[in-house]
Structures are given as C-alpha cells and as structure tokens.
C-alpha cells in the first residue's frame, strides 16, 4: 500500500500556527488533490457554519433538545449567549477562590485550608484533574486531591493525606445523580462527622456544584455553598464553569483566567480562521480522513511534557464519550468507521513501552506528537535530550516498510510555551476538532446514549437486579 505524505506534494501549506500553538501535518498520508477534496468537503458540508451555529445558540444536542455552549463560559463578547448570568457565576466562584486563598475563608477552626479534594468523576474530573497536572507548582500551597472511582482505596489514600480541618470538598456534578459521586461525598461528609465537624461547621468544608439548582438543600449546605452550571454545558466540556473551582483555588484566580482567556481566543480562531488555516477543522480532516479512507481505527496522543500527561485521558473522554456512536440524530446508521479510540501516554515512557508495536505491529495509527519549545523547568540537558526524542519519533514512527499494509500518520503540535493561556487554548482546539469531526461524520457530538444506559444498569444491578435480564427488558422495551 504505497501511500504519498502530504509533505510530498509540491505547493500545500502543511502547517498552520494559532494562539502558539503549531500544528504540522505533513506526515500525513494524503496527496495533495485529497487534501484540496478534504477543504472542498469541508465546505460542502458547511463545516465552519456549523460551528458558528453552536457558539451562537442553536439548539445542536438534539437528542436532549440543548444548545452546547462551552465557548460561552469563556466569552468577554456581551453578546455571547447567557453572558450575564455566566459572568456573574465566574465572578462568585472566582471571588469565593480568592478568599479560600488568601486565608478569609478557613476551616471552622479557622485554619486555613491547605486540601481540596474533588469529588467527581467523568468530566466532572478529567478536566480539572489534567489542568492541575500541568500547572501547578512543584511545591504547592493548597493540594488538590481527585476522589473519582468508586473505590475505597482511592478514599483511604486521600483521606490519609488530609487533615480535616484544613480540608474543603468540593462535589461536583452536573447531574447530580451519579452514583460514585454520591457515595463517596456519603464517605467524606462521614469523615468530617467523625471528626467532630458538623451543623454550621460543615458548611466551612464542604462546598458544591451542579445543574440541579437543589443540590445545596439536598446537602443541608447553604445557598453561599453552591456554584451551578448549566444544562446547556457538557459534562465533557465543563472544565470552565465551576467545575473548575478547585482550580481557581489551587492555581488562583487570575492563572483561571488566563485559562479561560487563551481557549477564548482558540474560539475566536476557530470562528473567523478559513479551514486550510484552522486548527481544529484541519484536526478534524485529517482524522475524519483516515478514518473514512484509511480504516484508521485508533489514535494515539504523545505528548512529550510532562505537564501533558493528564491530556491524555481528558481527550480519551472527549473525544471517545462524544464519537463513539455508529447512527445519525435522525437513527440512521453511518456507513464506515467514525470516531476513533482515542489513547496515549507520556511519549518518553512509551517509547519504552509500545512504540515496538506503532513501529512494527500490525496496526493503523493515527498519532498526534506534542512538545513545547521552552521547557517548563531549568535543566538544560534534559530538555534537549528530550526534544531530541520528540523530533526523532515523529520521523522514526511514519517511516516503516513502504509496502506493509500498516502505517502510521503523524501530526506534531508544538506550544511555543506551555502556559495557562496556552493550555486554555489546546483543549479547546481538541474541543472542536470533536465536534467538528461530529458534523462530518454526521454525529451528535454532546450525549451519551451508551453511557446512560451503563449508568441505569449498574443502579439496577446494585439494587439486586440481573444485569443480562434488565438489559433483555429494555431490549424488548424498544
Ligand atoms: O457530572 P456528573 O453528572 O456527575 O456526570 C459525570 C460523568 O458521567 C457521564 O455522564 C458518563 O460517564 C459523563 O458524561 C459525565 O462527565
């Protein structure tokens, strides 16, 4: 199977760079006459009119009958939709933030709090849990702690690493009936109890947020207690909205800000960039390529920074939660492969791990290499070492025997910084390669049919029920 390099093609812009961030494609496997179908495509589909009509309001989770409107949590245009009631909640949480951090708030002891521990899970999680793992200080003041699986050992080991009266938990669900969440917010409130921290002393350990406007009564907590999000806000997508509280209280408000103000700006590109110069539409051509013409089936993220290491399972839910479905809103079913299964790993380690199989396995990838061109640290050596090895895999991991039927395709993605602007502005880049890959493939990016129906399965079967039989029932039921 010979098949050209994009690099190969006289005349074609390979890279493209926004919000410094460099995008570089030309170790895709493409010619240059697919290319220029695949922006032809891009039109004929109205891939940026889509994306407009989602950042305007349009009601594109159709199956939930909602708009999806995460670039709104992150405009300072009054004229983004919910503008003001978005600005007002950012300002509350941010404030709240600060007072945690400056020592106003404290524990009902009054000492101040030195651990946060998130209760959520999904993207009540993944998003707050990667930022903090790129940003935050090598010494930290206040720690953030993510309680997600339903796992005692997981409790055991934050609960042993914090003092209670220097804790505050924050519980953080959309919906606020997701089982894990309740169980172990159920744990922790027990913790505090234990430990002498109760009635009005509570309410200085414990906060929450939701879409569910009750979930402070039910919590017994005060209505200062709860930071809402909006329906209109994906749980995937939620990373802006107060689901990043423990953020702003671990890294500040204004590193927060910053956060917000460099996806904004990734917004603003994505809005007004032509496609051969857009970031995230010439992402999402590249994978809805290789999944449609060349039965790419999986896509591997290698990110060579530490910091990035927690992108890698963020974007696994992102993209994987919002692609991984085989029929149209309308239920018809879409011929060929569409999203890809989405994994990765530290791309140093894995080079001493599964590189022997993207390099000689019996497998299609797609492969995203990231690196950033100032190191987030002072050691020279390492740096250079280190960027040694990016620079050769991207080379290494494209070149195999010519006429194997298994290759790979690579796009490396380099931050001129790896800042929280810069952060802010690479996961919404993956934001809208996602749905932008929904509009090609013809797929509601924003639900999670799949998902909901594991969620009322495991709700059965811990109340006794047999999960073979309840999933024969609902079967019949339709
Ligand atoms: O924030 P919630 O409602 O607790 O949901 C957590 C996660 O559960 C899911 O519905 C399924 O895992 C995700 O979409 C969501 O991020």
Same mark, same amino acid.
């Not at 690099?7 to 496997?29: E, F, H, K, P, Y």
């Not at 947020?209 to 329906?231: G, T």
């Not at 909901?452 to 039921?477: T, V, W």
């Given at each position: ?15 493209? @760079? ?82 945690? %951090? ?41 720690? /953030? ?31 606020? @009936?997701?089982?894990? +969440? ?25 906060? *929450? ?58 917004? %603003? ?24 013409? /060349? ?8 990110? $060579? ?6 992108? *890698?399972?963020? /974007? &696994? ?8 479905? +085989? ?23 894995? &080079? ?20 950033? #061109?100032?190191?987030?640290? %002072?050691?020279? #050596?390492?740096? =250079? ?36 602007? %810069? ?6 880049? $993956? #934001?809208?390669? +996602? +749905? ?35 999933? =024969?029932?609902e079967a019949d039921r339709q």
């Amino acid at each position: 199977m010979l098949l050209p390099f994009l690099r190969d093609s006289a005349g074609v812009n390979t890279s493209a @760079t926004a919000c410094g961030i460099r995008l570089d494609i030309s170790r895709q496997r493409l010619s240059a006459d697919d290319f220029k179908r695949l922006l032809e495509l891009a039109e004929s589909k109205g891939l940026l009119d889509a994306f407009k009509r989602m950042v305007q309001g349009e009601v594109v989770n159709a199956s939930e009958g909602r708009a999806a409107l995460h670039t709104s949590l992150r405009s300072w245009n009054p004229r983004a939709p919910h503008y003001e009631e978005v600005a007002r909640e950012r300002e509350r949480m941010l404030n709240f933030a600060t007072m945690v %951090r400056d020592g106003r708030w404290r524990g009902c002891r009054g000492d101040r709090i030195t651990d946060v521990i998130n209760i959520g899970i999904g993207g009540s999680e993944m998003g707050p849990h990667a930022v903090w793992h790129a940003l935050h200080p090598a010494k930290a003041d206040i720690h /953030l702690h993510f309680l997600s699986s339903v796992d005692g050992v997981l409790l055991e080991r934050i609960l042993a690493q914090c003092n209670p009266r220097s804790t505050l938990v924050v519980v953080s669900s959309k919906s606020f @009936t997701t089982r894990e +969440t309740q169980v172990n917010s159920a744990a922790v409130d027990q913790w505090l109890l234990d430990n002498g921290i109760v009635g009005a002393d509570r309410a200085k350990h414990m906060v *929450v947020v939701s879409a569910n406007p009750h979930a402070a009564d039910v919590m017994c907590l005060p209505a200062q207690n709860f930071f809402h999000l909006w329906d209109w806000v994906g749980g995937r997508f939620s990373v802006w909205s107060a689901i990043g509280l423990p953020l702003a209280i671990g890294l500040g408000a204004e590193t927060f800000r910053e956060f917000l103000q460099g996806a904004n700006e990734m917004d %603003r590109h994505a809005f007004n960039t032509p496609v051969e110069e857009n970031l995230p539409a010439l992402l999402a051509l590249m994978a809805y390529w290789n999944a449609t013409r /060349l039965e790419i089936t999986s896509h591997c993220m290698l990110p $060579y920074d530490e910091r990035l290491r927690v992108t *890698v399972p963020w /974007l &696994q839910q992102l993209e994987m939660e919002s692609l991984g479905k +085989t029929v149209t809103p309308e239920g018809e079913r879409i011929p060929g492969h569409t999203g890809l299964s989405v994994w990765g790993s530290n791309g140093n380690e894995a &080079q001493h791990s599964f590189y022997q199989w993207l390099r000689e396995g019996t497998g299609r990838t797609s492969i995203d290499i990231v690196w950033s #061109e100032m190191p987030g640290h %002072r050691y020279a #050596e390492h740096y =250079r070492v280190l960027l040694a090895n990016a620079r050769a895999q991207a080379e290494a991991l494209v070149m195999r025997d010519p006429a194997s039927p298994y290759f790979n395709a690579v796009s490396t993605i380099v931050f001129d910084a790896v800042t929280p602007r %810069r952060l802010g502005a690479f996961m919404a880049m $993956y #934001e809208h390669k +996602t +749905t932008m890959l929904g509009s090609l493939f013809g797929i509601n990016p924003f639900d999670q049919p799949g998902v909901e129906l594991g969620k009322r399965l495991s709700k059965r079967a811990e109340a006794g029920g047999d999960p073979a039989r309840i999933l =024969r029932e609902e079967a019949d039921r339709q």
